[in-house]
């Protein structure tokens, strides 16, 4: 970490076991969790689905933020469809995502900037997103 930066939260979880039975629980305990692989009848959700409703909350709250700051209001809730997909290649599985990005009320111009924007404020956008392929449409 460098001098200018500093932790404003740290998510602590414990996971037991992987993708087809474990369990994940926040150090809060406000997350717990059970795992199943994506397609199995078991009860539980798999790490693609996390990573999708976690990315999707970030960016509408930075799409909100950015929007704030550009005295810019909705007529409506900002709504996202995250979509993450796993490949496989020869190499190993990859991982890309899509946002569906909705914006009531703002007009395809102004939702490309807000969009834009909301690339660089979403700490997932802007980290985790410079290794993958990420897509954001507007709907």
Do not use: H
Request: charged share 20%; with cysteine.
């Amino acid at each position: 970490m460098s001098n200018t930066q500093r932790v404003i939260y740290t998510a602590m979880t414990d996971t037991i076991g992987g993708r087809e039975s474990g369990v994940a629980r926040s150090s809060d305990g406000l997350l717990d969790i059970r795992f199943s692989a994506p397609g199995s009848l078991r009860i539980g959700t798999n790490p693609e689905q996390l990573l999708s409703a976690g990315w999707s909350a970030s960016f509408a709250s930075a799409i909100t933020l950015a929007a704030f700051n550009r005295k810019v209001a909705f007529a409506g809730e900002v709504s996202i469809q995250g979509e993450v997909e796993m490949e496989i290649e020869p190499g190993g599985y990859t991982l890309s995502v899509r946002l569906r990005v909705r914006l009531p009320g703002i007009e395809r111009a102004m939702a490309q900037v807000l969009a834009a924007e909301a690339r660089r404020l979403c700490p997932f956008s802007s980290t985790i997103g410079r290794g993958l392929s990420v897509a954001v449409d507007l709907d």
